[in-house]
């Protein structure tokens, strides 16, 4: 079982739609998570991060995280088109200083 | 700037010719991180440093070499390149461990 597992989409979205991408992660003592995107050809750049239960909000971006289900998830509001990148799910287990990342979502907002 | 620099971009060499891949971070961050990223298996971390003279194996450290002897340094050595390290190599810091990283713009590795 992998560390982090994401749907690697594609997934499509019109412009102005919300977009829900969804992590999951095997180490139930997980304690901080993060989300990354990153553009083709691009190195990835850090979205959102995570400790506690619940929701944290960023603008048009909202982090979830449920850590009984084990899942943390991002959300974005009003999605456009420059939105169209690979998002990453990267997990620090609580046993150490590893960081393990998810395989991706690609995510296409159609103008 | 604040900022994550990698050296060389590109590089294509020859199974067996040493290299390194440098990585420098002028934020004076402790934490330090080699990564490897690779079509349907993501971004999987090599090495990775808490800070001068600690350093500790990741995910996949077969075949890779670190160092760190200043804080600002942490360059990747492959001693005897392999087909299989051909890859695209991120380099990455933060303040310490548990936190969010910030990426160098990547070496993207050819080795025939």
């Known amino acids: 079982q992998k560390e982090v597992e994401q749907n690697s989409g594609p997934l499509s979205v019109p412009e102005g739609a919300i977009a829900s991408l969804n992590c999951t992660y095997s180490?139930?003592?997980?304690?901080?998570f993060f989300w990354y995107r990153q553009y083709s050809g691009k190195s990835p750049e850090l979205i959102m991060s995570?400790?506690?239960?619940g929701d944290k909000e960023d603008g048009r971006f909202t982090a979830q995280l449920n850590k009984a289900s084990q899942y943390v998830s991002l959300l974005i509001r009003d999605s456009q088109p420059s939105d169209s990148a690979t998002y990453l799910c990267?997990?620090?287990?609580?046993?150490?200083?590893?960081?393990?990342f998810g395989t991706g979502t690609s995510l296409t907002v159609i103008p | 700037e604040a900022q994550v620099t990698q050296n060389p971009r590109y590089l294509i060499t020859v199974t067996g010719k040493k290299l390194t891949v440098t990585c420098s971070q002028n934020?004076?961050?402790?934490?330090m991180s080699w990564y490897r990223q690779d079509p349907g298996l993501g971004l999987r971390q090599i090495y990775y440093?808490?800070?001068?003279?600690?350093?500790d194996k990741g995910d996949v450290p077969e075949g890779y070499k670190v160092s760190r002897k200043e804080k600002r340094n942490f360059p990747l050595i492959l001693e005897s390149p392999s087909p299989n390290q051909t890859s695209l190599y991120f380099c990455?810091?933060?303040?310490?461990?548990?936190?969010?990283?910030?990426f160098g713009d990547g070496t993207r590795l050819s080795i025939l």
């Open positions: 990267a997990v620090n287990p609580n046993t150490g200083n590893q960081f393990y």
């Open positions: 995570i400790y506690s239960n």
């Open positions: 440093s808490m800070n001068v003279e600690v350093t």
């Open positions: 934020m004076n961050h402790e934490y």
């Open positions: 180490d139930r003592v997980s304690q901080s």
């Open positions: 990455a810091s933060s303040p310490g461990g548990r936190q969010p990283q910030h």
